[in-house]
């Protein structure tokens, strides 16, 4: 089964500075999501990321995918306390062949914390 | 508004009684799926389900039910709760064009306690 390692597990960072997630793949990386939760709350899609290279932007957060490496980052600019929270990532286990190919498996997640 | 929810938000309970999860989403969507969250474990995939009447199991089946009778509903029963099933239950739901193009909407979740 698919496995996906996130690092670091926790960060702490000064409000205005850049940090990078990421997320590796223990096997190939068909597609890979990002979401964001905060405690106590339900999991907010933030991006999803194809085969093939992509790479997508919204606001100041830019997701990677790096077939190779069987690799996703996820790098925010500028941190803002409202970005503080928890990231997940999570992978599709192979290309569309069915049913089966929904079920998401997921990373244990980053712990974002953002200092003012 | 149109969207996931689910219900209850919290629940407690005890270990041996029979316990539902209820979800409901308004996009009319065809996948409904259920996680638990744990910590050390992250999120896993109990159920699935394809469209009404069809489910699936996923990662951590045992001790769950699932019905899907009509295509806005997913329940998630729990038929003798165990304290090991005390967890976060999240619902999530997306189209049929496949995961490389549909995405999984969450709902809030729901906290449960089995004591």
């Known amino acids: 089964s698919q496995e996906l390692e996130q690092s670091p597990q926790s960060l702490i960072v000064q409000e205005g500075k850049n940090l990078t997630i990421n997320c590796t793949s223990s096997?190939?990386?068909?597609?890979l999501y990002w979401y964001k939760q905060k405690y106590g709350e339900g999991l907010i899609f933030l991006m999803m990321?194809?085969?093939?290279?992509e790479e997508k932007s919204h606001e100041k957060i830019t997701a990677k995918l790096d077939e190779k490496k069987q690799q996703s980052s996820l790098h925010i600019t500028a941190s803002q306390p409202s970005h503080a929270g928890i990231y997940l990532c999570?992978?599709?286990?192979?290309?569309?062949?069915?049913?089966?190919?929904?079920?998401?498996?997921f990373g244990k997640g980053t712990k974002l914390s953002v200092i003012p | 508004d149109a969207g996931i929810t689910q219900s209850p938000r919290y629940k407690i309970t005890e270990t041996g009684r029979q316990v539902t999860l209820m979800c409901h989403q308004t996009?009319?969507?065809?996948?409904m799926f259920w996680y638990r969250q744990d910590l050390g474990h992250g999120l896993r995939l109990i159920y699935y389900?394809?469209?009404?009447?069809?489910?699936d199991k996923g990662e951590v089946p045992d001790g769950y039910v699932v019905s899907r009778s009509k295509t806005e509903n997913f329940p998630l029963t729990l038929e003798s709760a165990t304290r090991s099933q005390t967890s976060v239950y999240f619902c999530?739901?997306?189209?049929?064009?496949?995961?490389?193009?549909?995405?999984?909407?969450f709902g809030p979740g729901t906290r449960l306690t089995v004591l």
């Open positions: 990321l194809q085969k093939g290279g």
């Open positions: 389900s394809a469209a009404a009447d069809i489910t």
């Open positions: 996009w009319s969507h065809s996948y």
């Open positions: 999530a739901s997306s189209g049929a064009g496949g995961p490389s193009t549909d995405t999984q909407y």
């Open positions: 096997k190939t990386l068909y597609g």
């Open positions: 999570g992978a599709t286990p192979d290309a569309y062949s069915g049913a089966g190919s929904y079920q998401l498996t």
